[in-house]
């Protein structure tokens, strides 16, 4: 088997749900098999606990700079080794990689992002698949969303799922719900938060509290939103996983009006915390929830507010079994055996 070395721009970065799969992947295969992440120099954020990880600090330079020339200046010695990148492309330079492709948000809708964002991707991604060895995905949904914008064999493409994390798994429920609903996701456009807010300025809503948990991202732009005609809207900015947990535990109902993911860990978080979950009707997320939320149009108010309401009345009715069926599919120890075997076979 060849070196494996891991690809730690991520630790470098706060942990969004794109670096918490990388993270976690780290830790669940490094029980399964040995590797060497490479991390920019100085740069690794104290909210990552690195302990038990083999990890060498290397290069001065930090972000996209780091990736394409330090990473492939370190690997330009090494012989017989493949490295795994878990987010973002990854350099290049480098033709014995891995790399992970979580969704082609910015081709589905390049207004989404800024413009710089979306040329370096536009040019990069299919230079980034023709030089790797496979390329990972989240979901079946992005996996059939690449095959849809590039020219690639599906044999290539290998579906990683999610999972929960253990910090944020395995609570039990309060009895008595708070009146408030959750969401979590940063602060970008196809998140649709604005839709989202709109909702809960509507009178049917006025007497619940909706609480938002993420962080803006730069790339996309000036988002306006305006919280100061709505009492009822709460935005807690990040978080730790520990408050995040609580937040899950003893809210009503989480919500994601989200317009398009590859994923999305957020409601199985909630899941795992015995929060019921009402979602967007968007496919990836009937591929990964099935039967256990309550979906709506995420461009219809009146719909959400629909969505809200049969929670709040107690007349949403999944089956008690469909939660922990769904719970059961993922496992970070699943996702990294999966990883193995893909090593194997390369």
């Known amino acids: 088997m060849s070196i494996i070395y891991i690809n730690g721009r991520f630790l470098s970065n706060p942990m969004t749900g794109i670096n918490r799969f990388a993270y976690e992947l780290c830790k669940a295969s490094s029980r399964l098999f040995e590797f060497t992440i490479i991390a920019p120099n100085g740069r690794i954020l104290p909210e990552y606990d690195i302990r038990g990880l083999n990890i060498i600090e290397y290069g001065r330079l930090k972000s996209h700079l ?5 990473l492939p200046l370190f690997l330009s010695t090494k012989k017989n080794y493949i490295l795994l990148n878990f987010s973002g492309l990854g350099p290049l330079l480098n033709k014995s990689k891995i790399t992970t492709i979580h969704d082609v948000s910015f081709l589905h809708n390049p207004d989404w992002f800024s413009k710089g964002y979306y040329l370096f991707y536009k040019i990069l991604t299919p230079l980034i698949i023709k030089t790797s060895r496979a390329i990972l995905t989240v979901s079946e949904f992005s996996k059939s969303e690449i ?8 044999a290539k493409i ?3 799922y999610n999972a929960v994390t253990k910090a944020l798994e395995n609570s039990t429920s309060d009895n008595q719900k708070d009146k408030y609903i ?3 996701g940063s ?4 998140k649709n938060f604005k839709t989202l807010i709109r909702a809960f300025s509507d009178e049917r809503l006025k007497h619940l509290e909706l609480r938002i948990v ?3 991202n730069r790339v996309f732009g000036e988002l306006g939103y305006d919280m100061q005609n709505s009492p009822n809207i709460k935005f807690l900015g990040r978080i730790s996983d520990e408050e995040l947990r609580n937040q899950y535990r003893n809210a009503h109902l989480f ?3 989200s317009l398009y993911e590859g994923f999305g860990i957020p409601p199985l978080e909630a899941l795992g915390n015995g929060c019921p979950i009402a979602l967007s009707d968007i496919p990836v997320f009937h591929e990964i929830f099935e039967d256990a939320a309550v979906y709506f149009n995420p461009t219809d108010v009146n719909d959400i507010i629909g969505a809200i309401l049969k929670s709040y009345n107690n007349s949403m009715s999944p089956s008690v079994d469909t939660p922990n ?4 599919k993922f496992s970070w120890n699943r996702s990294a055996k999966k990883i193995q075997s893909i090593l194997n076979t390369i």
């Open 66 to 70: 780091w990736e394409q020339i330090s």
């Open 147 to 154: 095959l849809k914008y590039y020219d690639v064999t599906p």
């Open 158 to 160: 290998h579906v990683v």
């Open 182 to 184: 959750l969401t979590v």
């Open 187 to 190: 602060l970008d456009p196809r």
């Open 214 to 216: 993420g962080g803006t």
């Open 255 to 257: 919500i994601l009006a």
């Open 325 to 328: 069926k769904v719970l059961k």
